[in-house]
């Protein structure tokens, strides 16, 4: 079996708005040879947002914006620029809020000047209120937006000339050079619940498919999404994400858990969490369904010392 590939995801906003550590942790995973660092997504924060947050239990963001947020496309290019070998992706970009042949164009040339270290992770939104603000298209109807974006995106990085016609986009002959580096394209990962729609979209364009860890779900929902890719003859890497939060004893996993927010119980019983040791089996739970990577949350500069522990301690057992 390969070995397990591990990435990580940049929170862009509070401490790391900050370009400086972003800068760091960044660094330190290329040094420690993470597979992949990963940045997120928000342009403008309205100040009333009404919009039910879908990753947390009461539907509200347990973080403060007044740090502000780094767009991603821009710091992606500089992520690229101080590394040399770790991937870099976004976790995930909201495809409806920009013109997407600039997009692709952008991410093109991204690719190319990193010499094909780009991952596209593509995500349809959630908050209402910033579409509004961007002049998007109409939220009720961001889905279709997303399939027929990426259908587009993906022609300009393989067809020359291409031309396009889709009902929220028209594209006249035009070239689209260079190409991304990556044949056929930059990797293009989506995530979800396995629902019908999430896994039908997956099996037609994703080649990954990410996921929330959760222990008694994940078999079920890759199991969902391969039913759907065999139906198309397409082959998927699966992978997980999740705050892992691990520590050399109980006390050090307590300050993480509390630096983070978060109540060690529900961690332990839910994501991965404890020592070394048990994040190696939790993580093995899930690469017994098929996961070839895992992806965890970095939220502070104090997670250089994370990233060091898990590198050290956890990736050499999986």
Not at 27 to 36: C, E, I, N, P, V
Not at 285 to 310: C, K, M, P
């Amino acid at each position: 079996m390969a070995p397990m590939q591990f990435g990580f995801a940049l929170q862009g906003r509070g401490p790391l708005s900050k370009p400086e550590i972003l800068f760091k942790l960044a660094q330190k995973g290329d040094a420690l040879r993470y597979d992949s660092v990963f940045v997120t997504d928000h342009v403008v924060i309205p100040v009333e947002i009404e919009s039910a947050y879908p990753y947390s239990a009461n539907g509200r963001v347990a973080s403060d914006w007044k740090e502000g947020y780094l767009e991603p496309l821009p710091l992606m290019a500089h992520l690229a620029a101080l590394t040399k070998r770790i991937r870099i992706g976004t976790s995930v970009l909201i495809i409806p809020y920009r013109n997407p042949v600039v997009t692709a164009k952008m991410l093109a040339t991204m690719d190319v000047l990193s010499g094909g270290r780009i991952i596209l992770g593509a995500g349809v939104g959630w908050m209402e209120e910033e579409f509004q603000a961007l002049n998007a298209p109409a939220y009720k109807e961001r889905g279709r937006v997303t399939d027929e974006f990426i259908r587009l995106m993906r022609e300009m990085w393989t067809r020359e000339p291409v031309d396009f016609k889709g009902q929220y986009y028209t594209l006249g002959k035009v070239s689209a050079l260079p190409k991304p580096v990556q044949s056929p394209h930059p990797p293009l990962v989506l995530g979800g619940s396995g629902k019908q729609r999430s896994a039908t979209l997956a099996a037609r364009f994703a080649d990954e498919y990410n996921v929330a860890f959760k222990r008694n779900e994940v078999g079920a929902i890759f199991g969902r999404v391969r039913e759907a890719a065999a139906e198309t003859g397409r082959e998927l890497v699966y992978s997980v994400a999740e705050t892992v939060c691990v520590g050399r004893d109980d006390a050090e996993v307590k300050r993480r858990a509390k630096a983070i927010g978060r109540d060690l119980d529900e961690l332990r019983q839910s994501s991965i969490a404890g020592s070394p040791g048990e994040a190696v089996e939790r993580i093995g739970e899930a690469a017994s369904h098929g996961a070839t990577r895992v992806y965890l949350q970095v939220l502070d500069l104090a997670d250089l010392d994370h990233l060091e522990l898990i590198a050290s301690e956890v990736m050499p057992q999986l």
